[in-house]
């Protein structure tokens, strides 16, 4: 594949998976795909598959930043979108091997995704004094 083809192919894997389309995704997986990233580790097209669907629970779109080719690499740079979580800033590293993606390598922070959102430390004293004053009327 020509370094045009390997950018197509790599940008098609993650916009198919954020928009639902999972048969795309797979078709350009090999069977043997492994994937690493901040949030899980698979092996196989049917697990990466697996993995994205539930990724695709929490995000709304991508915004595609930049994109690098090398030999049979790709890195691709972009922005995750998510709702709760706000824009993931996130880096993807795609390998190809016999024109199929072979490996799937992501970097981002998680913490937006897997931190529960916690109200304030030490919550509202003043009211919590207010309420006993009015048990003791």
Same mark, same amino acid.
């Given at each position: ?16 998976? *954020?928009? !639902? ?9 090999? $069977? =043997? @795909? ?6 899980? %580790? ?16 929490? *995000?709304? !779109? ?9 030999? $049979? =690499? @790709? ?6 979108? %998510? ?55």
């Amino acid at each position: 594949m020509s370094a045009v083809e390997l950018a197509a192919a790599a940008s098609r894997c993650l916009e198919s998976w *954020v928009s !639902g389309d999972f048969a795309t995704t797979r078709a350009l997986l090999s $069977d =043997d @795909v492994t994937f690493a990233g901040p949030m899980a %580790a698979t092996e196989g097209a049917d697990d990466y598959v697996s993995g994205v669907e539930r990724m695709s629970e929490m *995000v709304t !779109g991508v915004e595609l930043q930049r994109l690098i080719v090398e030999g $049979d =690499d @790709v890195c691709i740079m972009y922005d995750l979108l %998510a709702e709760e979580a706000g824009p993931l800033h996130t880096v993807g590293w795609y390998h190809f091997r016999d024109d199929k993606i072979d490996s799937v390598r992501a970097y981002f922070d998680p913490r937006p995704l897997t931190e529960k959102k916690q109200p304030p430390q030490g919550g509202f004293p003043q009211f919590a004094a207010s309420l006993q004053v009015c048990a003791d009327i």
